[in-house]
C-alpha cells in the first residue's frame, strides 16, 4: 500500500493532499508530514485522491482535529471520497469534522454560523 503526500499553501491555509490508502502502514508518512507542514493553526486535508483510511487514518485525522482547535484553529477536510466518507459516517464523526465539497470551498473565510 502506498501514500503519497503534497503540500502547498492556498489562501493562508496549508492544503496537505493525501493520495492512496491511509491504513497502520502509511500514517506514520501523513503524520510526519502533518508534523512537519503544518507550522499555524489552519490546514485542509485534501483526501481527493484518498481510496481507502482505516481507524488509524481516522485517529490521526480526529487527533489533528483536536490539535489545532486547541491551537485556535481549524482543520478542514476536503473533498472526501465515498469509501472514506462512509468511515466517517459510521465512526459518527461528520458533525466533529469541517467537511467541505472541494479545497476550494475549504479554504474560503469561515463564514459566521449564527443565521
Not at 500500500?1 to 493532499?17: F, P
Not at 472514506?84 to 465512526?91: E, I, K, N
Request: hydrophobic share 50%; no cysteine.
Amino acid at each position: 500500500m502506498e501514500l503519497n503526500v503534497g503540500s502547498e499553501v492556498q489562501q493562508g491555509w496549508r492544503v496537505i493532499a493525501v493520495a492512496g490508502e491511509l491504513d497502520i502502514d502509511t500514517v506514520p508518512v501523513l503524520s510526519a508530514r502533518l508534523d512537519s507542514d503544518v507550522t499555524g493553526a489552519h490546514a485542509v486535508l485534501d483526501l481527493s485522491q484518498l481510496l481507502f483510511m482505516d481507524s488509524t487514518g481516522l485517529a490521526l485525522v480526529l487527533e489533528w482535529h483536536r490539535k489545532l482547535a486547541e491551537a485556535g484553529g481549524q482543520l478542514r477536510i476536503a473533498a472526501t471520497q465515498a469509501p472514506v466518507r462512509r468511515l466517517f459516517d459510521l465512526a459518527d464523526v461528520t458533525s466533529v469534522l469541517s467537511l467541505h465539497d472541494s479545497v476550494d470551498l475549504a479554504v474560503q473565510p469561515a463564514v459566521d454560523s449564527a443565521r
